[in-house]
């Protein structure tokens, strides 16, 4: 399984960024679809995840303000950030788990707010 993510980027407060990563290397597309995101000396932590069958799952730091979506046909994960705030800079992580197989994890982007 391969992931190619991209939308990182610069932001002030309160603006919008969409990251994508589209995944290949599975013909059956993937089991859930997801996004974590890493700030220097702290753990990674959950922003969202989807599957095809469930509601998407968003932490709670990001509800109202974040929305993840899912294209089965392509197997691309997508995460629309609204009202992006100071502590939402990090590097976000595109994560893929397959129906059959080990998960994947991408390279990592940055996300850089300021205020």
């Known amino acids: 399984v391969q992931l190619q993510a991209s939308g990182g980027g610069s932001v002030q407060t309160g603006g919008s960024l969409r990251l994508s990563c589209a995944a290949s290397g599975s013909r059956i597309g993937f089991r859930k679809m997801g996004w974590y995101r890493q700030t220097p000396g702290k753990q990674r932590e959950l922003v969202a995840t989807?599957?095809?069958?469930?509601?998407?799952n968003l932490a709670d730091s990001v509800k109202g303000r974040f929305a993840i979506s899912m294209d089965d046909v392509r197997n691309t994960v997508y995460l629309q950030m609204t009202d992006l705030k100071v502590e939402d800079t990090a590097v976000y992580y595109c994560n893929v788990v397959p129906y059959f197989g080990q998960e994947t994890w991408g390279q990592g982007t940055l996300v850089t707010v300021s205020s």
């Open positions: 989807i599957t095809s069958r469930t509601n998407p």
